[in-house]
């Protein structure tokens, strides 16, 4: 009689199917756990930080002239020079002394702490317009 059962249920297309099933629904579960577990302490990706370019003119201009940044918030600012050598330093932005030459583009991370407006003058002499060559930093909340 366990016999004629077994072999029964081993022969029975819908017996089979259905315990065939639960191993898999059972293992499928298993592992959606497992990763939401591993989703939920997963680290997030930090925000990657905003960037601008820069560009130091042979007329002395800064273009733009005025760039925008948000306190707390990571500003890759991309200097390049289109003739002559200029700079640019700030210690209330954080700005190191920074050389800008022609064919060679350097950047800086800015992160603004305190919302306000901020002139940068070019630090290096570069010709009759320099007194005047200034980039606005404007830093919002």
């Given at each position: 009689q366990e016999l004629h059962e077994t072999f029964s249920r081993a022969s029975?297309?819908?017996?089979m199917r259905s315990t065939a099933r639960v191993p898999i629904t059972v293992a499928t579960a298993l592992a959606l756990v497992a990763l939401a577990g591993l989703a939920s302490?997963?680290?997030?990706?930090?925000?990657p930080p905003d960037s601008v370019s820069v560009v130091a003119t042979a007329e002395q201009k800064?273009?733009?002239?005025?760039?925008?940044?948000?306190?707390?918030?990571?500003?890759?600012?991309?200097f390049s020079s289109s003739g002559g050598v200029h700079g640019v330093a700030s210690t209330e932005l954080g700005?190191?002394?920074t050389t800008i030459m022609p064919d060679t583009p350097v950047s800086?991370?800015?992160?603004?702490k305190k919302v306000g407006t901020y002139k940068l003058?070019?630090?290096i002499v570069?010709?009759?317009n320099h007194a005047d060559m200034l980039l606005t930093v404007q830093v919002k909340p």
């Open positions: 029975d297309p819908f017996l302490s997963a680290k997030p990706h930090p925000t800064f273009v733009p002239a005025v760039i925008v940044m948000h306190v707390g918030r990571p500003t890759t600012v991309r700005i190191p002394a800086v991370v800015v992160t603004p003058p070019c630090t570069c010709g009759p």
